[in-house]
């Protein structure tokens, strides 16, 4: 037996560091968090200063067990799991569960997984911070205790089975409320002037500029009058300026702006990056990820001066060193960047490979020179108004920093597009062309999860270690939808001035397009008004970032944890017990008028299954009538006229082997019922418009892929099913579902092979019908 253990919180990561050591320590792993707050009532001991109720979980009691056995093994043990409050709170855990003894216990923590920072790591050792274990805590407590106290209060006021969290509620508004801004959002047009000016250059050669009048004109006889004088107008150049500007390369990236970028460049969601990060860590290749320092260390700072040199040159070099504005910065030491300077790709997955690819650039880039730049503007005259007509461009005269990062290949068409030639002052102009074209002005854009992060980070809701969970569970929770937008045909106006004569013409253009944008649903915007209404402080944004600054205190042991909590609790609670006692229910009804047949009243509002358009009310003789709302519609803005033809569902279209089928809308969206089975519609068809032909061509197809799914039933009692899934074959037993290793072919497997893949895979290789397991 060694006579250390190392003990880490995820296997890789574990793997990783055993390559450093030798035969004298042995590398465990805690697979996360070993324990958490009771799930039976609330775990909190509110008697006992609020004292958490911590158990060590069911999946976990094995490894829990082989730790011991380990712990009592060693001469030494030693505490490894990641820097920041998560980490120590893990290795706070480990110490209290195992029973571990302070005397051989030692904390060590480090922000890269290289050979010399775990050697230098065991030389300098430390005890555990109870400072950022108390912060940690605080924060799971006060999270437990909002979302265990709001949570039945949604229940009763609401809908059932419906929960809030502090920060989710606060990220749900932020999208409740641009959803709103958009809906009352009115365009208002303008006319652009655009010109195509024939000249000379210093040289005497022939020229053609393009050029924007200064002044937009509110209206379309303003735009005309304009184009009219300027059927005689003259055009000279007026002043010339050329001035050189810098660009600075941007910080090395933090956790949040590397969500951010991520996305924008690599299409990455925000929980991706993070997994992706992760593995390049753990694996030794980058340094910690959950950061909001721009820090680099001087060893970081030396081997990239060594790097841009070798590349590029002594003059590309700038040594920057950048400091973290942000005041909560506290989750580690450096930003993240690449553990091998002079490693600009490694090996790994292709999404591994575009994220490390984009972190060496950005941290390279930032040690570069700035990219020197010329900027021209040329001011042109007319007689045809008192407005000025301007030129602009950009030449790169020394591209810098830009040599290794540049945002895309689309700005250097820009740049190629935007030069302009060397003309003298006074030189005449000719107008080939003038435009005078209708614009809009934009809507505010929805959140993305890239700038939704950015936001959240701008108010100081969250810190690096929870931006990711909480765009994902409001994503689960169904109160935000991720999803697209087709774009609409917008007519604009176009007026062209050419040879004399001025041309009037519409034309139509694509706008509004979505891609990956944040929705939020009917159920989200409910809630979002009930706990607005009534518990404004929760989720007022100040009040959520000062509750990051407390726990901040917390961390540095300015405040003790204890007292934080108090004080929010008995103010908190009173507001519990007095809105279950003295609120409204809210399902947030609208009435939309009077339905024509019945002359009943008729409105939407969320019902038990989702957002639902009634005829009738409750307190009438007669009941009530329902119809689902398609996905596509919600309850903020449904007329009355799509509202009633809901109410022509469910339609009978035809029948097929001499039976009904019946377009319907249900609780999770249109189907075809057809002999006692459901057949869900693809987005992209109308239930309302759907024939015969098309409903059977459903039919047939999802048969057909039911009977494709199952390659085989193994087994006595057949046990086990070895099925085709969407992401290969796979087999289940017991309600739980087992990876078929690679290169075997599905339909060979016996039940005897089964019954060995679930011996060997109990935990890593599982999933339970509905559950992910969590990876820390």
């Given at each position: ?578 809105t279950l006692k003295n609120s409204e229910r809210q399902s947030g009804e609208r009435i939309l008028g009077t339905d024509p047949v019945s002359g009943r009243q008729l409105s939407v509002k969320i019902g038990r299954y989702g957002p639902v358009a009634q005829i009738g009310t409750a307190e009438e003789d007669e009941k009530p009538q329902f119809a689902s709302l398609r996905k596509d519609q919600s309850i903020e803005n449904i007329s009355l006229e799509e509202a009633l033809e809901l109410f022509k569902l469910p339609r009978t279209i035809g029948q097929f082997e001499e039976k009904d ?116």
């Amino acid at each position: 037996m060694s006579k250390n253990l190392v003990i880490v919180e995820s296997p890789a990561k574990a793997k990783t560091i055993e390559k450093f050591l030798g035969a004298d320590y042995q590398v465990m792993s805690s697979f996360g968090h070993i324990r958490d707050l009771a799930e039976k009532g609330i775990g909190i001991d509110f008697e006992n200063n609020y004292a958490p109720v911590y158990v060590v979980s069911t999946d976990k009691k094995k490894v829990v067990s082989e730790l011991k056995k380990a712990a009592k093994a060693a001469e030494t043990v030693w505490l490894a799991s990641d820097e920041d409050r998560e980490g120590e709170a893990i290795a706070w855990h480990l110490y209290d569960e195992l029973k571990l003894d302070k005397k051989n216990t030692k904390r060590i923590v480090f922000h890269e997984i290289t050979k010399d920072a775990i050697l230098r790591a065991i030389e300098t050792p430390r005890e555990i911070d109870v400072h950022l274990v108390d912060a940690q805590q605080a924060r799971r407590v006060l999270d437990r205790i909002v979302g265990f106290e709001l949570s039945p209060v949604l229940w009763r006021k609401v809908k059932p089975s419906l929960s809030a969290g502090r920060v989710q509620s606060v990220a749900v508004r932020l999208i409740v409320e641009r959803e709103r801004e958009i809906n009352l959002f009115t365009a208002e047009s303008s006319y652009r002037v655009q010109a195509v000016l024939n000249g000379t250059d210093v040289s005497g050669n022939p020229v053609v500029i393009k050029a924007e009048l200064q002044h937009r004109f509110a209206t379309k006889a303003e735009a005309l009058n304009f184009l009219e004088n300027s059927k005689t107008a003259s055009y000279k150049v007026e002043e010339i300026t050329t001035k050189p500007i810098k660009k600075s390369p941007a910080p090395p990236f933090t956790t949040s702006t590397l969500q951010q970028e991520a996305a924008r460049k690599l299409g990455f969601p925000v929980s991706l990056t993070m997994r992706v990060a992760q593995s390049l860590y753990e694996s030794g290749k980058i340094t910690y990820m959950r950061t909001d320092s721009v820090n680099l260390s001087d060893l970081a700072l030396n081997t990239a001066k060594a790097e841009i040199k070798a590349m590029a040159g002594d003059r590309y070099v700038k040594i920057r060193k950048f400091t973290t504005t942000s005041k909560g910065a506290q989750e580690a030491h450096e930003a993240i960047r690449p553990t091998y300077m002079n490693a600009p790709t490694v090996t790994g997955t292709a999404q591994e490979q575009k994220l490390y690819e984009l972190i060496w650039k950005r941290t390279i880039a930032s040690q570069m020179a700035d990219a020197e730049l010329e900027k021209t503007s040329i001011v042109i005259s007319t007689t045809a108004g008192t407005s000025k007509f301007i030129a602009s461009g950009e030449v790169i005269v020394f591209d810098g920093f830009l040599k290794v990062y540049l945002e895309s290949s689309d700005d250097e068409e820009a740049e190629a597009e935007g030069l302009l030639p060397q003309m003298k002052s006074g030189e005449v102009l000719d107008a080939a062309e003038i435009t005078a074209q209708q614009r809009f002005t934009q809507r505010p854009p929805r959140y993305s999860e890239a700038s939704l992060v950015r936001k959240l980070e701008e108010l100081g809701i969250g810190r690096p270690s929870t931006y990711a969970p909480t765009i994902t569970t409001i994503q689960n929770r169904t109160y935000v939808e991720k999803g697209d937008r087709p774009a609409e045909k917008r007519e604009y106006n176009l007026l062209t001035l050419k040879n004399g004569k001025i041309n009037d013409k519409n034309h139509t253009e694509n706008t509004g397009a979505e891609k990956a944008k944040l929705f939020p649903t009917d159920i989200g915007m409910v809630v979002n008004d009930f706990l607005t209404e009534y518990f404004p402080s929760i989720m007022s944004y100040d009040f959520t970032a000062r509750i990051e600054k407390e726990f901040d205190s917390v961390a540095e042991g300015k405040v003790n944890w204890v007292s934080s909590i108090d004080s929010f609790y008995k103010k908190f609670h009173p507001i519990v017990e007095d809105t279950l006692k003295n609120s409204e229910r809210q399902s947030g009804e609208r009435i939309l008028g009077t339905d024509p047949v019945s002359g009943r009243q008729l409105s939407v509002k969320i019902g038990r299954y989702g957002p639902v358009a009634q005829i009738g009310t409750a307190e009438e003789d007669e009941k009530p009538q329902f119809a689902s709302l398609r996905k596509d519609q919600s309850i903020e803005n449904i007329s009355l006229e799509e509202a009633l033809e809901l109410f022509k569902l469910p339609r009978t279209i035809g029948q097929f082997e001499e039976k009904d089928m019946t377009v319907a809308i249900g609780r999770f969206g249109p189907y075809i019922r057809h002999d006692g089975a459901f057949y869900s519609l693809p987005k992209d068809v109308d239930p309302m418009s759907i024939g015969a032909d098309a409903a059977v061509e459903i039919i047939i197809a999802k048969r057909e892929a039911e009977r494709n799914k199952v390659i085989s039933v193994l087994g006595e009692k057949g046990e086990y099913q070895v099925l085709n899934g969407r992401f290969g074959p796979y087999f289940t037993f017991e309600k739980t579902n087992y990876k078929i290793p690679k290169g075997t072919d599905p339909a060979t497997l016996t039940a005897e092979d089964c019954a060995e893949l679930v011996a060997k895979q109990p935990a890593a290789g599982a999933k339970k019908k509905g559950f992910t397991r969590k990876k820390k």
